[in-house]
């Protein structure tokens, strides 16, 4: 069974920057895309960034120009690099592993973003 392990998170001031990495115990070729998800308190589950195996890249409109998905195929790793983020942008951060069209199969057990004002 796939195994996806977060990174990353932490405590930062509004304006400030994140990495988060997820690293997967198997090929993610496997799944033709990986997602990072997060989750507000009280608020749903919504997707943040896919990308997919060819490496195109789709984002939500509130994180498009401050957020960029990436992945190294050789380390079985998916990232996603935070900029500009606001007290908004506060969650859960969970990686996902998935195929195309259908919901998240495998997913990671979070990674904690909080972004003060």
């Known amino acids: 069974q796939l195994q996806l392990v977060e990174s990353g998170g932490g405590l930062v001031q509004a304006g400030g920057s994140l990495r988060l990495s997820c690293a997967a115990s198997e090929n993610i070729f496997n799944f033709n895309v990986m997602g990072w998800y997060r989750q507000a308190p009280g608020k749903q589950r919504e997707s943040v960034a896919m990308?997919?195996?060819?490496?195109?890249?789709n984002y939500r409109d509130s994180v498009k120009g401050r957020f960029t998905m990436s992945r190294d195929n050789a380390k079985n790793t998916v990232y996603l690099q935070m900029n500009s983020l606001k007290p908004e942008d506060t969650a859960v951060y969970y990686c996902?592993?998935?195929?195309?069209?259908?919901?998240?199969?495998?997913w990671g057990q979070g990674t904690q973003v909080t972004v003060s004002s």
């Open positions: 990308i997919l195996s060819g490496g195109s890249t």
């Open positions: 996902a592993a998935q195929w195309v069209g259908a919901t998240p199969k495998y």
